[in-house]
């Protein structure tokens, strides 16, 4: 593909080098004595390593390097002059289009003199790499400006490039007038954009929130098919065009090196705008536009969720490990359900077959950090581990309590109390205050210092939702107060999640605690959030499919998709400025899993008996994400319309996701983020062979803030004064929505 450099004024960023002074011998003069400052290094009878000393003819003058600085010889008796740093570009912008490209930058001294050795960086790797030579090479797909900088010692000075993209893609070759029509777009017709009145964004939802690093959403559009699309999302400084004959339902597939482009063009806050105009038997509708945003950052950690039906696992059910922007694999196939995973993502706890009143047994596993799986121990007793909240580092689990009648989880029969245990064995751990008999579905809080319960103590209708501290490095482990967070007199609130702050509880308000009634019904539930200190709930109107008006935008009407969100799991770490919300879902996914979609079933919201077997889970039941924005306190919505998970089985119902992080990597092993590290830094430890920074998890650095993700007591530990300290990690401002 063509590339253009676009010439004009060069591009120059210049520093003062050095402050330093250096006294020099006169040439019609005495010869002073002359000895660097204090502090200052270096041989001032040898060329000075740094600096390129002058040649002949250069009029006699000399440079030192000091302390990274380079300075030039004055007249006789005079200060010596600091000589200024500057990095040139070739060219300040350069246009891509889907092929790398390159600039030359260049480093000097303002006396014309070359440094001998320079270091050469980009703040964004997103956007290329930079070599040891100092060329810059553009990836081709991603826009955005880059600062190059050039280090010499401890001095450096700095020059901006600014990289666009213009991508126009014709893999079909459309006719001309085909092409000229489309750009054009449909004209009259009942929304005046073409004569069908059904074409439009069926999947994604306008303004979705989306994360680096997943796989590119497929867009699906309702109305009659489409014999040909137009298709064009754009960015500040991303344009991508397409055309492409189509057959069939319409959808527009992004290709994955174009969305990981738009993802790193897209500045936080800044909308990307997506437009699809489609022809039918001639005729041209549209365009039907939206607007996304990209959050600044990947989502890390693994998923662990439970599936039925699975053709990975045999037609049986699993429990499924899948990390995040890679797809769903079997981790523990066959009938291990009612599973839980600890926030650090190293222990596992699940009841194992079912004998239609309880488990048969339970178990708890370790997970370790290739992925697998391992026993931990066994308990006869199946209710044990079912449905368990673990600590942070899952060394103990308060059990799901089980109540003799009243509201509970399907599964689970027979009175059984709550009770603190020790995962290594199974053993009860003293816990003397705490005093609920019948905590259900606990989930401890990403730093350990709460627990949040539906408390059937204080309902047996299910309709309390209680928090209390929780302290487990004092013996024996003590639990604070507990409070009444949420009191529903209409709905059953169950399987709360902690924020990573703690500071707010996101839960499920349903009918019951289960997603439908044995054998196919209907049980309805929303995602809610409740604020720990205010105990104002949220009915994070966004996340269920309700606009700013209160209407439902979810295109398959109430019928077919409102009130049908439960299981909440959140992300133990916030990224790019929002917390994430993983939930089950029966709602539509565009055209492929809803009446008339392309999967079998796609009608089947519940879940009905498919001969010979007794149950037969819905293809709807999936999982989705939605972003919440970290300053939710006071906020009419801070949440945002969701996005279904790429990377699940798509035949299969899936249920229950548990986010968690990645058992840690010790020093030495690649990472992506310092959320992987046990000591919690991930720095560029290397280069590769095109410049690209290699990462690996590092020991604290000393004297030195710490980046997103890496540890902090406050937030001025963090390297920008635009960062919060959330959960002891150093985390991006929230977004500021232009």
């Not at 796609?602 to 919440?628: H, M, N």
């Amino acid at each position: 593909m063509p590339v253009s450099l676009k010439p004009s004024a060069r591009r120059t960023g210049l520093l003062l080098v050095s402050g330093l002074a250096v006294v020099i011998a006169a040439a019609c003069g005495g010869n002073p004595e002359s000895s660097p400052p204090a502090g200052a290094g270096g041989d001032a009878s040898s060329p000075l390593a740094g600096a390129a000393a002058p040649g002949p003819g250069d009029g006699g003058s000399g440079v030192e390097l000091t302390l990274g600085g380079a300075v030039a010889a004055g007249q006789a008796g005079s200060a010596a002059v600091p000589l200024k740093l500057e990095v040139t570009l070739a060219e300040d912008m350069l246009e891509v289009s889907g092929e790398p490209a390159t600039v030359q930058a260049s480093a000097r001294f303002d006396d014309g003199s070359q440094p001998n050795k320079v270091v050469w960086s980009v703040d964004d790797a997103g956007l290329g790499s930079v070599s040891a030579s100092g060329e810059f090479r553009s990836n081709g797909y991603a826009g955005g400006d880059v600062t190059i900088t050039a280090s010499v010692g401890a001095q450096s000075a700095s020059a901006t490039l600014r990289v666009t993209v213009a991508i126009v893609a014709d893999p079909d070759q459309l006719a001309a007038e085909l092409k000229d029509a489309l750009l054009v777009g449909g004209q009259d017709g009942p929304n005046g954009i073409g004569a069908d009145p059904d074409f439009r964004f069926l999947y994604p939802y306008d303004k979705t929130v989306f994360p680096r690093g997943l796989t590119a959403p497929l867009l699906q559009l309702g109305g009659s098919d489409a014999d040909a699309t137009y298709f064009k999302i754009t960015t500040k400084t991303l344009s991508y065009e397409a055309f492409a004959q189509a057959g069939g339902l319409t959808r527009v597939t992004v290709p994955e090196p174009v969305w990981r482009g738009v993802t790193l063009s897209a500045a936080a806050g800044e909308w990307v705008d997506v437009a699809v105009t489609k022809s039918s038997g001639g005729e041209v509708t549209g365009p039907v536009a939206e607007r996304w945003l990209i959050a600044p950052g990947s989502l890390k950690g693994v998923v662990y969720y439970n599936t039925y039906r699975s053709l990975l696992a045999g037609n049986n059910g699993a429990v499924m490990r899948m990390k995040l922007g890679e797809s769903a694999t079997v981790l523990q196939s066959g009938c291990t359900v009612c599973h839980g995973v600890s926030a650090h993502g190293n222990v596992m706890v699940a009841g194992v077959q079912w004998d239609q009143a309880n488990a048969v047994v339970s178990r708890a596993f370790d997970l370790p950090s290739n992925g697998g799986i391992a026993l931990r121990n066994e308990q006869a007793e199946g209710r044990v581990y079912s449905f368990g909240g673990l600590t942070p580092d899952g060394s103990l689990m308060l059990t799901s309590g089980v109540p003799a009648s009243g509201a509970k989880m399907r599964g689970m029969s027979g009175e059984l109390f709550s009770r603190l245990v020790d995962t290594s064995d199974g053993s009860t751990v003293a816990a003397p205050s705490f005093d609920v008999k019948l905590a259900m579905t606990p989930n401890f809080a990403p730093d350990g210092s709460r627990v949040a319960f539906n408390n059937h103590d204080a309902s047996a209708q299910g309709h309390v939702l209680s928090v209390a501290s929780f302290d487990a490095a004092v013996s024996p482990p003590t639990f604070g107060a507990v409070s009444n967070v949420v009191t529903d007199a209409q709905h059953v609130v169950a399987w709360p999640s902690f924020v990573p702050d703690a500071s707010a509880v996101v839960f499920h308000a349903g009918d019951s605690f289960d997603t439908a009634k044995p054998g196919g019904g209907a049980l309805y539930a929303d995602v809610e959030l409740v604020d720990v200190e205010t105990k104002q709930v949220n009915t994070l109107a966004a996340l269920n499919g309700y606009d700013a008006d209160g209407q439902l935008y979810l295109p398959g009407g109430a019928s077919q998709e409102a009130h049908l969100d439960y299981e909440p799991s959140v992300l133990p770490v916030p990224v790019g400025g929002y917390y994430w919300v993983l939930f089950t879902s029966r709602r539509t996914y565009g055209n492929t899993i809803a009446p008339g979609g392309t999967l079998a079933r796609g009608d089947d919201i519940w879940g009905v008996p498919v001969p010979p077997d007794a149950e037969t889970p819905s293809p709807r039941k999936k999982l989705w994400v939605a972003a919440i924005d970290l300053d939710h306190q006071g906020a009419l919505d801070p949440s945002h319309p969701a996005f279904y998970l790429p990377g699940q089985e798509l035949e299969s119902g899936n249920m229950r996701a548990f986010a968690a992080l990645e058992p840690c990597k010790k020093k030495g092993k690649a990472c992506e983020s310092a959320a992987e590290c046990c000591d919690g830094f991930c720095r560029e430890t290397s280069r590769d062979a095109d410049g690209v920074p290699v990462l690996s998890c590092s020991l604290p650095p000393a004297n030195t803030c710490s980046n997103v993700d890496e540890p902090c007591k406050k937030a001025t530990d963090c390297c920008s004064s635009k960062m919060l300290c959330i959960a002891a990690r150093c985390a991006t401002p929230p977004p500021v929505v232009k």
